[in-house]
C-alpha cells in the first residue's frame, strides 16, 4: 500500500521561499508521475507542479511558473517542491500526489492520480 507524507509546510512571511517535501513508501517501485496540488476551503484543488516518473519532464501551471520548482529522487522515494517569493495568495493545503507506474507521464488532471497524502499547510502572511 502506497503511502504518501508531505512535510516542510508551515506559517511564513511574503517574499520568502519554502522547500515542501513529499515521502513515498510502501511499493514506491510502482510509482510514476508524481504531482502537487493545493486547495484552498470551498475552492476547487488546483494543479500546481508534476514531474515525470524520471524526473526528468516537469509541467507547471500557470500559477506556479516562475517560483516553484519541482524535483524527485527516486533513489530515496522523496519529492520537493521549493517555493520561492511567497506570496499571500499562495496559502493553501499542498498536497503530494502520484500515479500508477505504467502512468510515466506529468498531467494535471487530479482524477489520474491514484494515491495522495494528507497535505500541509502553508500560511504566508503579509
Known amino acids: 500500500q502506497v503511502q504518501l507524507v508531505e512535510s516542510g509546510g508551515g506559517l511564513v512571511q511574503a517574499g520568502a521561499s519554502l522547500t515542501l517535501s513529499c515521502a513515498a513508501s510502501?511499493?514506491?517501485?510502482?510509482?510514476?508521475?508524481m504531482g502537487w496540488f493545493r486547495q484552498v476551503p470551498e475552492n476547487e484543488r488546483e494543479f500546481v507542479a508534476a514531474?515525470?516518473?524520471?524526473?526528468?519532464?516537469?509541467y507547471y501551471g500557470d500559477s506556479a511558473k516562475g517560483r516553484f520548482t519541482i524535483s524527485r529522487d527516486n533513489a530515496k522515494s522523496t519529492m520537493t517542491l521549493e517555493i520561492h517569493t511567497l506570496r499571500p495568495d499562495d496559502t493553501a493545503i499542498y498536497y503530494c500526489?502520484?500515479?500508477?507506474?505504467?502512468?510515466?507521464?506529468?498531467?494535471?488532471?487530479?482524477?489520474?492520480?491514484?494515491?495522495w497524502g494528507r497535505g500541509t499547510q502553508v500560511t504566508v502572511s503579509s
Open positions: 510502501g511499493g514506491t517501485g510502482s510509482l510514476g508521475a
Open positions: 514531474c515525470s516518473a524520471s524526473g526528468r519532464s516537469t
Open positions: 500526489a502520484a500515479r500508477p507506474a505504467v502512468s510515466i507521464a506529468p498531467t494535471p488532471r487530479s482524477w489520474k492520480y491514484n494515491y
